[in-house]
Nanobody, 115 residues
Framework: QVQLVETGGGLVQPGGSLRLSCAASGIIFSIADVGWYRQAPGKERELVAFIRSRGSTNYPDSVKGRFTISRDNAKNTVYLQMNSLGPEDTAVYYC?????????WGQGTQVTVSS
């Protein structure tokens, strides 16, 4: 059974940084395309970063230049480095892995940006 566990969320002041981790078990993570999504209260879930199995990445304009997605296949982990955080980044952050015969979501981790 494939499981994803997100960690690294918390409370951070505006302008601060956080690094989220998405650790996978039950799968060789290197075969999966992985996305980080977020969902704020009353809003739809949105993609904030995407990394393909071969390493290419995509970001929406709202986070480009502030967020960086990376992967360490040896650790079966994908990271999301978030810098210059603002209150608009407050949300539950989820990772999602897709591969040829599977699609799995993690349970999410809360990120709150507030002074």
């Amino acid at each position: 059974q494939v499981q994803l566990v997100e960690t690294g969320g918390g409370l951070v002041q505006p302008g601060g940084s956080l690094r989220l981790s998405c650790a996978a078990s039950g799968i060789i993570f290197s075969i999966a395309d992985v996305g980080w999504y977020r969902q704020a209260p009353g809003k739809e879930r949105e993609l904030v970063a995407f990394i393909r199995s071969r390493g290419s990445t995509n970001y929406p304009d709202s986070v480009k230049g502030r967020f960086t997605i990376s992967r360490d296949n040896a650790k079966n982990t994908v990271y999301l480095q978030m810098n210059s955080l603002g209150p608009e980044d407050t949300a539950v952050y989820y990772c999602n892995a897709i591969w040829y015969n599977g699609n799995v979501w993690g349970q999410g981790t809360q990120v709150t940006v507030s002074s």
